[in-house]
């Protein structure tokens, strides 16, 4: 814990850019899976990504990034996909929840590479059918990225029209670095 919060506070050398630790393959494949979905703005997203997020410092121009905070473009879509509660889809007794591949909950899957964790990653978020709970009570099917919702400015005005046209998009590319 002690390194961890040392390379918070001071980077340094090992400060690298987000392209290092999300690789250009993955970005294609990320934008690939959100055009399949049917979401608007995904050329949009993969061009912020190339003119600005990919050269950012990953500990300074990210994680302490205070606006992408302001945003929740990463809190808003972890409150919904982190670990979802589940249901037997015959309204038997509840699931385990399904965690999203992390370090951050109990997911229990395979986590020891960028290309292991990816896959599973995105099986979750695109692939993956849960059942849960819908607004009435009712089991309902979903994948994860239907959790996703578009953010809205009158909500959280950090954002600007062009950020909350984008929200659903950026709420799946900000969470994967």
């Given at each position: 814990?002690?390194?961890?919060?040392?390379?918070?506070?001071?980077p340094?050398s090992?400060?690298?850019?987000?392209?290092?630790?999300?690789?250009?393959?993955?970005?294609a494949?990320?934008?690939?899976?959100?055009?399949?979905?049917?979401?608007?703005?995904?050329e949009?997203?993969?061009?912020?990504?190339?003119?600005?997020?990919?050269a950012?410092?990953?500990?300074?121009?990210?994680?302490?990034?205070?606006?992408?905070?302001?945003?929740?473009?990463m809190?808003?879509?972890?409150?919904?996909?982190?670990?979802?509660?589940?249901?037997?889809?015959?309204?038997?007794?509840?699931s385990?929840?399904?965690?999203?591949?992390?370090?951050?909950?109990?997911?229990?899957?395979?986590?020891?590479?960028?290309?292991?964790?990816?896959?599973?990653?995105?099986?979750?978020?695109?692939?993956?059918?849960?059942?849960?709970?819908?607004?009435?009570?009712?089991?309902?099917?979903?994948?994860?990225?239907?959790?996703?919702?578009?953010i809205?400015?009158?909500?959280?005005?950090?954002?600007?029209?062009?950020?909350?046209?984008?929200?659903?998009?950026?709420?799946?590319?900000?969470?994967?670095?």
């Open positions: 814990m002690v390194d961890i919060e040392e390379l918070l506070d001071t340094g090992r400060d690298v850019p987000l392209s290092a630790v999300f690789p250009a393959a993955a970005m494949e990320l934008c690939a899976a959100m055009t399949r979905v049917g979401w608007d703005g995904v949009e997203v993969a061009a912020i990504w190339e003119a600005d997020l990919s950012r410092p990953f500990v300074a121009g990210f994680l302490k990034d205070k606006e992408l905070g302001a945003k929740r473009f809190s808003m879509p972890d409150r919904f996909t982190n670990t979802v509660n589940t249901v037997d889809a015959s309204d038997g007794p509840p385990l929840p399904a965690c999203r591949p992390s370090v951050i909950n109990n997911y229990v899957g395979d986590l020891s590479s960028f290309d292991a964790w990816f896959a599973a990653w995105k099986a979750f978020m695109f692939e993956q059918p849960l059942v849960v709970v819908d607004k009435k009570g009712a089991p309902k099917p979903t994948v994860p990225y239907q959790m996703i919702s578009k809205s400015k009158a909500k959280y005005p950090a954002l600007s029209d062009d950020d909350e046209r984008l929200s659903m998009p950026m709420q799946v590319l900000i969470p994967a670095f």
